[in-house]
């Protein structure tokens, strides 16, 4: 499937031009993309099924929005963990990596993106909008012209455009694909849709219309376009994890796509549905277990100390690393009786010191909470 040329430019080295996108004809797949297609297709529904069942499921939801932030970074570069996100946000610890910074601005992004979402059309001014609120204030910021396509040439992987591994196309022809990117996210037709969502993040990435920022939005696009086109109630699948597990693979199987390998990034881009959408059932199922058994722990306490502790445990599901001055804005306890409630669950096996040789400002996860999505 011929998706575009590589044109020699004036300059002596050679850019990738799209073609009309996508192309009248040859939007043809194999027989056996189409049952990959329906296996990843079941597992997304079963997974929309069972997220619908979970109690809070919004507060789970941070956490799945954070899992992806750490590995859509990760690949970038970033080195700072989910875990060092959560510490940022809560104000549980100030000595973190200066790049957890990337993490959060991509939380941010797309948290954005999903209130705009629910009164906006998904379009290029959604998407200058989604990579100004991942780029503004981060530590690329002088590099990225946050929220405006580039009006200069860039290129991927060497030091100029002439022993680069891949030469996006230039401004002027940016703009012509962009356009037509455009009425691709808007038409009705008959594609598959998760066929659609890989066309989607693979064409995206072959325009690379940033000067930065192009991975992680593009990876943010996969799910703002399965939520909005209706396949997920609940965005609760995020593929970065499964990009940064198979990251030679996602770059080689990208990097084919211009040269007319569709079909090879499409079946990736199947399996790692099927993949996570998989991993992501057991991940509830280990969720709702846990907070069953978590709860009749709780329930079973005195009536004052079960009423503040079935709110705290809630809120753990969102925010799984406290200390005192947490707990006492979720309570409005003393710090006395803050204190009181963290003991008790590090008694019921509910929380746990976090390091265990901090004596002041110590700080306390819900462990077995989080190793659910870490491990």
Do not use: C
Not at 19 to 44: G, V, W, Y
Not at 82 to 111: C, F, R, S, W
Not at 189 to 215: C, M
């Amino acid at each position: 499937m011929e998706i575009g040329k590589f044109i020699k430019q004036k300059e002596g080295y050679k850019a990738f031009i799209p073609n009309k996108f996508p192309p009248n004809k040859d939007l043809k797949f194999s027989q056996k993309l189409i049952i990959r297609h329906s296996t990843a297709e079941r597992l997304l529904g079963k997974l929309d099924g069972i997220t619908q069942l979970l109690p809070d499921v919004d507060f789970f939801l941070y956490m799945f929005i954070r899992k992806d932030a750490a590995s859509s970074s990760q690949i970038e570069g970033t080195q700072a963990t989910m875990i060092d996100a959560i510490e940022a946000e809560a104000k549980t610890k100030e000595a973190l990596p200066k790049d957890v910074d990337d993490i959060l601005h991509y939380i941010k992004a797309l948290n954005y993106g999903l209130k705009r979402l629910a009164d906006f059309p998904l379009s290029l001014r959604f998407i200058r909008e989604l990579h100004k609120k991942l780029m503004e204030g981060a530590r690329t910021t002088q590099l990225s012209d946050p929220g405006n396509f580039r009006e200069s040439q860039n290129w991927i992987g060497g030091t100029t455009p002439t022993n680069a591994i891949f030469v996006p196309p230039p401004p002027t022809d940016m703009k012509r694909a962009l356009d037509d990117f455009e009425k691709f996210l808007h038409a009705k037709d008959d594609l598959l849709p998760l066929v659609k969502a890989g066309l989607i993040h693979a064409q995206f990435e072959t325009i690379h219309p940033f000067l930065d920022g192009n991975g992680r939005t593009g990876r943010l696009l996969i799910t703002f376009f399965l939520w909005f086109r209706g396949l997920l109630d609940k965005p609760v699948l995020f593929l970065s994890s499964y990009f940064k597990k198979h990251q030679k693979v996602y770059y080689d199987r990208l990097y084919g796509y211009p040269h007319g390998k569709v079909e090879k990034w499409l079946e990736f881009m199947l399996d790692g549905v099927i993949e996570t959408a998989d991993k992501a059932v057991s991940t509830a199922q280990a969720i709702t277990d846990l907070r069953q058994e978590d709860m009749e722990k709780i329930q079973a306490l005195s009536k004052t100390a079960s009423e503040s502790g079935v709110v705290v445990l809630r809120k753990l599901f969102a925010w799984p690393i406290v200390n005192v001055n947490t707990i006492k804005d979720w309570t409005g306890f003393t710090r006395q009786g803050a204190q009181r409630v963290i003991e008790r669950f590090i008694k019921l096996r509910i929380l746990e010191q976090k390091d265990k040789n901090e004596n002041y400002g110590r700080s306390f996860m819900y462990r077995r909470y989080v190793d659910i999505f870490t491990k």
